[in-house]
């Protein structure tokens, strides 16, 4: 069974950087997508960035591309969210998530596509 850390998070002035990471482990397959969500109080959860373990193919929301990097380290197992210039709407509790296979383009931003999920960690930006 598939297992995820999210670590990283913090509170941050607006404009200040943080970088986020997911451990994974139990991996039973050799192609995964990883996502990172959050969700602020009183949201629906939602989608920021995806990649594939096996292509590397990215997938970004609109609302943070050209901030936000995602990024994997095989060897380790662990993505990475690299978060620049924050804004106050970026306050959440994110979390990271997995399931089997590649990302698609369709439905790398569904909740319900993705099966394996950490527990989440807080960043909060003032």
């Known amino acids: 069974d598939v297992q995820l850390v999210e670590s990283g998070g913090g509170s941050v002035q607006a404009g200040g950087s943080l970088r986020l990471s997911c451990a994974a482990s139990g991996y039973t397959y050799s192609s995964y997508c990883l996502g990172w969500f959050r969700q602020a109080p009183g949201k629906e959860r939602e989608g920021v960035a995806s990649i594939s373990t096996g292509d590397s193919r990215t997938y970004y929301a609109d609302s943070v591309k050209g901030r936000f990097t995602i990024s994997q380290d095989n060897a380790k197992n662990t993505v990475y969210l690299q978060m620049n210039s924050l804004k106050p709407g970026d306050t959440a509790i994110y979390y990271c998530?997995?399931?089997?296979?590649?990302?698609?383009?369709?439905?790398?931003?569904?909740?319900?596509?993705?099966?394996?999920w950490g527990q989440g960690t807080q960043v909060t930006v003032s």
């Open positions: 998530a997995a399931h089997r296979y590649d990302c698609y383009a369709g439905s790398w931003s569904y909740v319900s596509s993705y099966v394996h």
